[in-house]
T-cell receptor, first 120, second 115 residues
């Protein structure tokens, strides 16, 4: 079974440019999460999709970030325009629907390898 | 609100020695607790999880953790460190907010294993 994949693995852009990160979750996983780790800080939640719907986007830093999940499959996270403080590693994770995965607690999130974004 | 504190950003042990990585949490509701590991150039991998069943949880690669409600702790241990255990370890907490089990992470502990 293929795991969570993310593209690109690295991206270096200049301040003011646009970057789009992609995440392909494990097939059949309804839940998709985005997280970010800024250097020296903890990994922080950005948002959560259930299928194509945004369930919780309370962690999105500002309106320069736009996440989509068309058709409930892969997701994209666009940063436009990028700022220096957006640099970090962006992780994507997916999990099954908790009602079909064995109930409360059996909802392991499977993480992708991350995209390292550097804004110069 | 939830929070996680990992004591020690960097822990160094000798091969064969006990590994102890500390994690304390704060949660207003019964939590689910996790330890993840990140090896160099790889994604996060789940080591073990506590979901209100047994308080002593066994995970992969010989790791285990004990949930202590009175101490709000979930420390990770391994009796004998191996060189391959060198990685960054993250403690995380979650709780059921409907279908949203978003994770709140600690800052991570980098484990170095010396020969």
């Amino acid at each position: 079974e293929a795991g969570v994949t993310q593209f690109p693995s690295h991206s270096v852009i200049e301040k003011g440019q646009t970057v789009t990160l992609r995440c392909d979750p494990i097939s059949g996983h309804d839940n998709l999460y985005w997280y970010r780790r800024v250097m020296g800080k903890e990994i922080k939640f950005l948002l959560h999709f259930v299928k194509e719907s945004k369930q919780d986007e309370s962690g999105m830093p500002n309106n320069r970030f736009l996440a989509e999940r068309t058709g409930g499959t892969y997701s994209t996270l666009k940063v436009q325009p990028a700022e220096l403080e957006d640099s970090g590693v962006y992780f994507c994770a997916s999990s099954q629907d908790s009602t079909t995965s064995g109930g409360a607690g059996d909802f392991e999130q499977f993480f992708g390898p991350g995209t390292r974004l550097t804004v110069l | 609100a939830q929070s996680v504190t990992q004591l020690g950003s960097h822990v160094s042990v000798s091969e064969g020695a006990l590994v102890l990585l500390r994690c304390n949490y704060s949660s207003s509701v019964p939590p689910y607790l996790f330890w993840y590991v990140q090896y160099p150039n790889q994604g996060l991998q789940l080591l073990l999880k506590y979901t209100s069943a047994a308080t002593l949880v066994k995970g992969i690669n010989g790791f285990e953790a004990e949930f202590k409600k009175s101490e709000t702790s979930f420390h990770l241990t391994k009796p004998s460190a191996h060189m391959s255990d060198a990685a960054e370890y993250f403690c995380a907490v979650s709780y059921s907010g409907g279908s949203n089990y978003k994770l709140t992470f600690g800052k991570g502990t980098l484990l170095t294993v010396n020969p």
